[in-house]
Structures are given as C-alpha cells and as structure tokens.
T-cell receptor
Framework: EAQVTQNPRYLITVTGKKLTVTCSQN?????MSWYRQDPGLGLRQIYY???????DKGDVPEGYKVSRKEKRNFPLILESPSPNQTSLYFC???????????FGPGTRLTVT | RKEVEQDPGPFNVPEGATVAFNCTYS??????FFWYRQDCRKEPKLLMS???SGNEDGRFTAQLNRASQYISLLIRDSKLSDSATYLC??????????FGKGTSLLVTP
C-alpha cells in the first residue's frame, strides 16, 4: 500500500530533550516536506527536500533540523525542544513538489 | 499580510445546499493552485487541482481568476460527508507551498 508513515504518532517530552520524528514514504517520491499545524495559524512549512542531500527552509525552520540521506526517509530533528514547538506535525511527499502531496497521519507533540 | 487568505467560516448549510468558498493569494507569480480537504485533525488530502480554465469533478467545481488573484470552490448538492475543513493551497515559483488557514464546512441534516 502506497503510504507515508510517521513515528511516533504521539509524544510528550520535556524542554531540552532532543527528539527525532521519523518520516518514510514507499512511493519513490523525490519531494518530501514537513509542516506544523497550530490552531488559528493553519499549516506552515518547516523544511522541504527536493531530493537526497537537497533540503531547503520553509516558513518556520527555526528550532528544527532535517536530513535526507535516503530517498524514502526525511526525519525531523528537534535538538532542544521548547514549549512553543508543541504542535501537530505532518510529513508529506510528492513526485515533483508541484503536484499532489501525500500526507502522513501526523505526530502530535507536546513539550512541557 | 498572509500569502493565502480564506474565510474561516464556519459555514453551516443544510443537506442539498450549494456552498462556495473563496480564497485570495498575494503573489501574482504563483504557479499552482489546489484545494485540499482535512477532516478533524487528520491529514489533508487533495480534493482537486485548480486550472486556469476551471475544472469540475462531480459535485465540485474549482475556478481560478489570475487577474483578481482568487480561487473558488463550489460544492453542489452538499452531503453530510462533505463536512470538513477545506484548505486553499498555492505554490509560488519555487517548491514551497503556502496553505490558507482553511474554511470549515458543516453540513446538517
């Protein structure tokens, strides 16, 4: 089944404790992206990647890192999480970036 | 000013009604336009792409007006299952996507 998977789906952590949210797609897509969704603010792009080893900042990259060492994986790293990073995070992928985006099921992160 | 603006609603309509959503975008160089649907904090899913000539998919019609920089979505004969948040999405010259905050639709019996 073609899909985008994210892990974990739910995470509660404390300020400053490094964490990684994994994202994997099995559709051989070149483009992958991370978004956060907050009430009243909608979906905002954090980082995106056009291909292996090619990443670029979105609208809200501060406090996040990404890497794209393999085509199928695009992990999101929070080196020192803070409470303002409490949010619902979505990973997405597509063939080219200009076509349909397939979203993962979301990761609900709470930083206390 | 946010790049993509939508009326947040909520739009409460009875079954069978026709409802229209509008979306405006600020970047005249925007190249691709989409409507996505999102159910209650689940992942967004593509509803339809929006082309300059307009396009229709069953009960759904999308239109693009480049001169006025707005996009519309028309839903005819609303069903209970159409209740969701509808996201207007615009891609500029690069590959970053800009999402509107979404318009909430509630279809009632």
């Amino acid at each position: 089944e073609a899909q985008v998977t994210q892990n974990p789906r739910y995470l509660i952590t404390v300020t400053g404790k490094k964490l990684t949210v994994t994202c994997s797609q099995n559709m051989n897509h070149e483009y992958m992206s991370w978004y956060r969704q907050d009430p009243g603010l909608g979906l905002r792009q954090i980082y995106y990647s056009m291909n292996v080893e090619v990443t670029d900042k979105g609208d809200v990259p501060e406090g996040y890192k990404v890497s794209r060492k393999e085509k199928r994986n695009f992990p999101l790293i929070l080196e020192s999480p803070s409470p303002n990073q409490t949010s619902l995070y979505f990973c997405a992928s597509s063939f080219s970036g200009s076509d349909e985006q397939y979203f993962g099921p979301g990761t609900r992160l709470t930083v206390t | 000013r946010k790049e993509v603006e939508q009326d947040p609603g909520p739009f409460n309509v009875p079954e069978g009604a026709t409802v229209a959503f509008n979306c405006t975008y600020s970047n005249s160089a925007s190249q691709s336009f989409f409507w996505y649907r999102q159910d209650c904090r689940k992942e967004p899913k593509l509803l339809m792409s929006v082309y300059s000539s307009g396009n229709e998919d069953g009960r759904f019609t999308a239109q693009l007006n480049r001169a006025s920089q707005y996009i519309s979505l028309l839903i005819r004969d609303s069903k209970l299952s159409d209740s969701a948040t509808y996201l207007c999405v615009v891609r500029n010259s690069g590959y970053a996507l800009n999402f509107g905050k979404g318009t909430s639709l509630l279809v009632t019996p």
